[in-house]
């Protein structure tokens, strides 16, 4: 059926409303990103990493996406190389002991402040953020030697692992007759800092490994610069050929830092020393709860460091510790069964001696 639309009537129209600026604002992107990622984790099987969202407020730079045929890949990946050493830097400023608050600074100021002052003075040239990242990461080792050089003045700064507390069950009545209070209990934050504590000292261990070897590289930098003879290029060659080891090295504990945290249930360093300084306090806060209860009520336990649990015999040494004895009896019958055979022996050999003689006598007589 066709219909003929007369002249002056409309034949086009707008089905739809205005478009609403809520839903092209950031904070309502952001909103649907957190709804729908943990829709999505809730999905994921037990144990399955759980998916998480960049946060703007961290230490660290997003990783840009490379789309399908992008002319700009090359670009792409040079900058994203970039954007890897600044994340990792920030891994082992944080394992160094820098404050989150410094490096976040330098972020601020060093990098998201000159790229946008960058951008309104020279547009969005190619290649000025990298040089932006470039003096940041600069700033950053030089911020991390600066704290090297503090850390030697005052010597090295430990941390000791609390001796556990244990469980008392202290009288149920004070000696005036009223009841005792219930002891403190621990709260869960502060049950999961010895946890955090193992994985703060592997931290601790990678990071003195990457002093090292940065100390390796600058010692043989400074050999390279004093090689300036004609006659020394194989030398050169060997030194150049152990300082790209070293820088390759050195990017795979700078890289070994996050994973360390992840295998921690950690979605970054940043997000593990969060955790591990929240354990921390609440565990000191804890302990200073416990001591005033002793100190008050007393404490009836011996709480001196568990001796070792003895290890658990395998089979086979249980049963050769258990016949020991038998094989002893044996070896004692063995040796009793042996006499007695070479005194029959003996005995015999003696009685074909005199039979033997009397044969002879005998034989002598009828002679």
Known sequence: MSYIIKKGEVYERDIFSVKDKQFKSKAFLKEAKVYFMDYINTLLPEGYPKLTIFDDEEVYLPMLKIGKNNPKEAEIKAANELRKEWNQLADQALVEGIPQADIKKIKQVEIMEKARKSIKENGKAPGMFDQIVRNAIQHLRALILSIRDRIKEIG????????????????????????????????????????????????????????????????????????????????????????????????????????????????????????????????????????????????????????????????????????????????????????????????????????????????????
């Open 156 to 367: 090295e700064l430990t941390i000791e692992l609390p001796q556990p507390v244990r469980e008392e069950i202290p009288s149920s009545t004070e000696p005036n007759g009223s009841p005792v209070p219930a002891r403190p209990e621990e709260p869960e934050l502060s049950k999961k800092f010895k946890g955090y504590y193992a994985t703060y000292k592997k931290l601790e261990s990678t990071g003195k490994e990457i002093k090292k070897l940065e100390d390796k590289l600058a010692s043989l930098q400074k050999e390279l610069s004093r090689m300036t003879g004609f006659f020394q290029g194989k030398e050169r060659n060997r030194i150049i050929s152990e300082i790209a080891d070293t820088q390759v090295e050195i990017s795979q504990k700078r890289a070994s830092l996050s994973k360390i945290a992840i295998k921690a249930k950690c979605g970054s360093v940043d997000d593990f020393y969060t955790k591990y300084n929240a354990s921390k306090a609440s565990h000191n806060e804890y302990k200073k709860k416990l001591k005033v209860w002793e100190d008050k009520y007393g404490s009836t336990e011996n709480t001196s460091a568990p001796s070792e649990p003895m290890k658990k015999e395998t089979p086979k040494k249980e049963a050769d510790r258990v016949s020991a004895p038998k094989r002893q009896l044996n070896m004692v019958s063995m040796k009793a069964a042996l006499e007695e055979k070479k005194a029959i022996v003996k005995v015999n050999d003696e009685r074909n001696g005199r039979s033997v003689k009397k044969e002879k006598n005998r034989n002598a007589g009828l002679e």
